[in-house]
């Protein structure tokens, strides 16, 4: 009995160890599998503190997902993501500043659709703005969505507003043009103070498109069908004419020379410096001004309109930056998932927009309580969120017809230009074959 | 019984096949050692050039498969596009001004080093060194130095009275600043003539001297003839390059207009001002990689490649009434 005992617990005895190893074993195991976490990387178009602000929301992300860990890299553009998805081995996820591109994205399925994933986590695209949702799709086709938006208005300078004896910022092209020529300080041909700059080109506010004054003289690019209608909208041409009248009167070669030693994106920015009285720029100003020249006594409007459209005012240009997932991307999961909180997370949405001041992108985190308030930055929600404001269009040529516009307007305002209609009607053309080549063949 | 006339016919036979197999070994190992260089030529010359050709039939945006459009992209490259003629028009400007000067300039350089006493190894430094300064460095330098606002050469001519130009902000000035950027760089071409100037030999400028040859005379005659296979090798390469400009004329549009975004978003401001530096290489890198449209850009670089080509075959075939070279029997 005692022998069969013996046999008995030794075995157990066994048993036991072997189990107790193999728990061992499991234990360690189990976790270590499940802790591997997915590396995902998201490439961005944002640099130095604007980067900065960007990391922080993400690794708030990363720290509540122990599954994934995002590496966020920036300064990239529409060159890069292009590269990167042809080359098949894209990052997880992409964004860009050229919300006119996504004609091509969405397209050409180089970002994939969102639409399952938004249906599967029953997303609602009523929360984001109408204008927002415009420029993250293509034809119907949702291949992004908008993270943080921005809107274009007027900064003044109020100590040269206080000087110059102006107490309250235009309202109208013609009192812009008025409160110019009061605001301008000349040395001979030398421009020392320029009361606002109309020069095509310069600096984000005068893209040489003409969208960021689009929605001040009710202007637009397509009719119906998608044919250019520029040299059918009067509109257009009155808005040449006065640009280049305004040019004229500071002299084509004096703002050239003016402009020269004005980096927009530094310290160096000519409104921030106190050369430039008033600037048409983005919201993204406020935190830049903040950052570089804090001691600037400035405020914010919308911008003047067309006296023609005085009813307008309060509206102006709007767009944003999107994000996708890229065709080729290997984490497409975890990919959503962190495209699903950063546009549509409030605490994301105010977190970010607290640090750069850009509009954030969804109803409920434009109302969130975790928001600074700042009355120089809420102009430009109410501009956003103005039913006249408009953005580009987006077509299958992306940003190349706005190319062409752009090559028009600065050839225009430097006096190359003899026929106005006519040309126009001829840009029309170019931009009607641009578009056509664009959509699936033919001539470009 | 053997047949004697059958041996002697086989002998031929197996000498011949002897032969055979020994030029097929030699050919072989020719095969052999040229291997490297033609695999090299077929993977990186041939097969792009040809994919290139095919692209420039198709309608291709890099994302989608290439879309066959016959030849659209030659028609519309001829008869639409409305960059195409200032691109051409920049890069033959560019072909009949930088091109000599840099010739001339160097040669010059040369000669004049050629006839340094003191001093030679500090002076041919000196002239050199600025070949070594990377194009994109060298350019936001000049960019700089020519600032019309800031710059110091403007705030010079400024002290001196004159109202100095707009330099690359002017599409008047942009193309010659360029040129003295280009004029600037030519230490490498100073070389190649230093080189050849001083090895011709001195007894044709003793003989030349003998005859009462003064100093143009023993340049005209002597100097230029002898060392014309080296400028005609400058002058093609300098044609090449030209057709090939881009890394200055696309650094110098973007840093001048002042306009680079935060991603380095630079391709909306190629060929400021006013398509000045909008040069026929820069024309392609906007279509194929702003405007995703690589059919296009596929379409001009073959143009370019057959342009290259033509205006090489006529400078070599025009060069055999002005080069000489030694030894050479005509």
């Known amino acids: ?42 490439w961005v178009g944002w640099s130095a503190r604007e980067l900065k602000e960007f990391k922080g929301v993400v690794s708030e992300y990363d720290a509540k997902h122990s599954d994934v860990q995002v590496k966020v890299v920036g300064s990239i553009n529409d060159t890069k993501i292009t590269n990167a998805i042809r080359s098949g081995n894209p990052p997880d996820v992409v964004s860009s500043f050229t919300s006119a591109n996504v004609g091509i994205y969405c397209g050409t399925g180089a970002w994939i659709d969102l639409a399952p994933f938004l249906k599967k ?151 921030e410096r106190g050369k430039i009285a008033m600037l048409m720029d983005g919201e993204w100003r406020v935190a830049f001004l903040k950052a570089e020249h804090p001691e600037l006594k400035y405020a914010t409007a919308p911008m003047p309109v067309d006296d023609a459209h005085a009813g307008l005012y309060g509206a102006g240009s709007v767009n944003g930056t999107i994000i996708g997932i890229p065709k080729g991307g290997k984490n497409v999961d975890q990919a959503w998932a962190l495209v699903k909180y950063l546009t549509t997370n409030n605490h994301a949405l105010a977190r970010f927009s607290n640090g750069i001041r850009n509009v954030p992108s969804t109803r409920s985190s434009a109302k969130s309580k975790e928001l600074k308030p700042d009355p120089r930055f809420a102009t430009f929600i109410k501009i956003f969120n103005n039913k006249s404001s408009l953005t580009a269009p987006i077509t299958a040529a992306g940003n190349a017809n706005l190319s062409l516009i752009s090559q028009f307007t600065v050839k225009y305002q430097a006096g190359k230009v003899k026929n106005l209609h006519s040309a126009l009607k001829t840009l029309d053309k170019q931009i009607d074959a641009q578009n056509a080549q664009a959509g699936g063949g033919g001539p470009p | 019984m053997i047949d004697a006339s059958a041996g002697a016919v086989s002998r031929p036979i197996a000498r011949r096949r002897g032969r055979s197999r020994a030029a097929w070994r030699r050919r072989g190992l020719v095969l052999l050692l040229m291997g490297p260089w033609l695999a090299g030529f077929t993977i990186f010359f041939a097969y792009p050039i040809v994919w290139n050709a095919y692209l420039s039939f198709t309608h291709y945006n890099l994302l989608s498969p290439p879309k066959w459009i016959g030849l659209a992209n030659y028609r519309y490259m001829l008869h639409d596009d409305p960059q195409m003629w200032p691109a051409v028009r920049n890069t033959l400007w560019l072909i009949a001004v930088l091109v000599p000067l840099q010739v001339v300039f160097a040669l010059g350089v040369a000669l004049m080093l050629a006839r340094a006493r003191a001093g030679v190894g500090v002076f041919r430094t000196i002239f050199y060194l600025p070949a070594l300064a990377p194009p994109v460095a060298a350019t936001l330098g000049f960019v700089y130095i020519l600032n019309p606002a800031t710059g110091p050469v403007n705030i010079i001519l400024g002290h001196l009275g004159i109202h100095g130009p707009l330099w690359f902000q002017s599409p008047a000035w942009a193309k010659p600043s360029l040129v003295i950027l280009g004029l600037w760089g030519i230490g490498n071409t100073m070389i190649i003539f230093l080189a050849a100037v001083l090895d011709v030999p ?39 390059q030209a057709l090939q400009y881009f890394t200055q004329a696309y650094v110098a549009a973007n840093i001048a207009s002042g306009q680079a975004d935060q991603a380095g978003d630079t391709l909306n401001h190629l060929g400021y001002p006013l398509d000045s530096t909008l040069f026929y290489p820069v024309l392609i890198y906007q279509h194929g990689f702003a405007y995703f449209n690589m059919g296009y850009a596929a379409a001009l670089a073959m143009v370019l490649l057959v342009v290259a080509f033509a205006v090489t075959l006529v400078i070599v075939l025009n060069s055999r009434r002005w080069v000489h070279y030694s030894g050479a029997v005509r």
């Open chain 2, 202 to 240: 001195r007894h044709l400028y003793e003989s030349a001297e003998l005859d009462g040859a003064g100093p143009f005379q023993r340049l005209r005659w002597v100097t230029l003839p002898t060392i014309s296979p080296v400028i005609l090798f400058s002058v093609v390469l300098g044609v090449i």
């Open chain 1, 1 to 42: 009995m005692r022998r069969w005992t013996g046999i008995v617990l030794a075995t157990l005895a066994v048993g036991a160890t072997a189990m107790g190893a193999a728990a061992q074993t499991s234990s360690k195991a189990g976790p270590s599998a499940a802790a591997a976490p997915a590396k995902i990387t998201i």
């Open chain 1, 121 to 271: 986590d029953h997303i609602s695209l009523s929360q984001f703005p109408k204008t927002s949702l415009y420029y993250t799709q293509f034809k119907g086709k949702r291949c992004a969505l908008p993270l943080l938006a921005d809107s274009y208005g007027l900064y003044y300078n109020k100590t040269l507003f206080a000087k110059a004896g102006i107490k309250a910022p235009p309202k109208t092209f013609s009192q812009l043009l008025a409160d110019a020529k009061k605001l301008t300080q000349r040395s001979g041909n030398k421009l020392d103070v320029v009361g606002y700059d109309p020069f095509w080109g310069f600096y984000s506010g005068n893209v040489a498109d003409m969208t960021n004054y689009a929605p001040l003289i009710a202007g637009k690019y397509l009719d119906s069908k998608g044919k250019s209608i520029l040299s059918k909208q009067f509109a257009w041409s009155k808005l040449l004419r006065w640009q280049k009248s305004f040019v004229d009167y500071y002299g084509y070669d004096n703002l050239v020379r003016f402009q020269a030693n004005a980096d927009e994106f530094s310290a160096s920015n000519l409104f």
